[in-house]
């Protein structure tokens, strides 16, 4: 009896807070880390091609990424709609088998929302605890990156930081 190869493919995806999400079909935000397993059981005497692709909506002639692994993990830091899709080919002999079957194709879908960042207008650092440090406004959204520096009005830098959850107090050395 031959034992014909089962094909599970899974995601993980890991997002910019460290919680563990199986669906990122909403929008998220960036950076999103994706794990992507191709399951595969009952290979029996069968040998495996594996073939991953990320490409975005309507471009799966260009794919961000074309591998050819078991496994897949990508970081996603741009807006947008992504594909990933799984292709495997087993082959014993002369029988060749190719997942998925023609047509059948239905790949994992990732929405990357745009940017969203604000900053105050003014700040009053009087320790009244209201406003008294300069920083980014909470509900920002996938920032990959980020710096910022705070300079007097002759252009001389009075102080820089490079977290989201940094910001100035105000105070100069």
């Given at each position: 009896?031959?034992?014909?190869?089962?094909?599970?493919?899974?995601?993980?995806?890991?997002?910019?807070?460290?919680?563990?999400?199986?669906?990122?079909?909403?929008?998220?935000?960036?950076?999103?880390?994706?794990?992507?397993?191709?399951?595969?059981?009952?290979?029996?005497?069968?040998?495996?091609?594996?073939?991953?692709?990320?490409?975005?909506?309507?471009?799966?002639?260009?794919?961000?990424?074309?591998?050819?692994?078991?496994?897949?993990?990508?970081?996603?830091?741009?807006?947008?709609?992504?594909?990933?899709?799984?292709?495997?080919?087993?082959?014993?002999?002369?029988?060749?088998?190719?997942?998925p079957?023609q047509?059948?194709?239905?790949?994992?879908?990732?929405?990357?929302?745009?940017?969203?960042?604000?900053?105050?207008?003014?700040?009053?650092?009087?320790?009244?605890?209201?406003n008294?440090?300069?920083?980014?406004?909470?509900?920002?959204?996938?920032?990959?990156?980020f710096?910022?520096?705070?300079?007097?009005?002759?252009?001389?830098?009075?102080?820089?930081?490079?977290?989201?959850?940094?910001?100035?107090?105000?105070?100069?050395?």
């Amino acid at each position: 009896q031959t034992i014909y190869p089962t094909v599970h493919p899974e995601a993980v995806y890991i997002t910019s807070k460290g919680e563990e999400i199986n669906d990122a079909t909403d929008a998220q935000s960036a950076p999103l880390q994706g794990k992507f397993t191709s399951n595969i059981t009952d290979l029996g005497d069968y040998s495996v091609r594996y073939e991953w692709k990320i490409y975005r909506e309507g471009q799966e002639k260009s794919p961000i990424i074309h591998r050819f692994e078991e496994n897949l993990e990508y970081t996603f830091v741009e807006s947008g709609s992504f594909y990933i899709q799984f292709y495997a080919t087993f082959v014993h002999g002369n029988d060749t088998i190719v997942y998925p079957e023609q047509g059948e194709a239905t790949p994992f879908v990732v929405s990357i929302s745009e940017s969203v960042l604000e900053m105050p207008n003014a700040f009053s650092p009087n320790d009244d605890g209201y406003n008294d440090i300069y920083r980014a406004k909470e509900g920002y959204e996938s920032i990959v990156s980020f710096k910022a520096t705070i300079f007097n009005r002759w252009g001389q830098k009075l102080y820089s930081w490079d977290t989201l959850d940094g910001g100035w107090d105000g105070k100069v050395n």
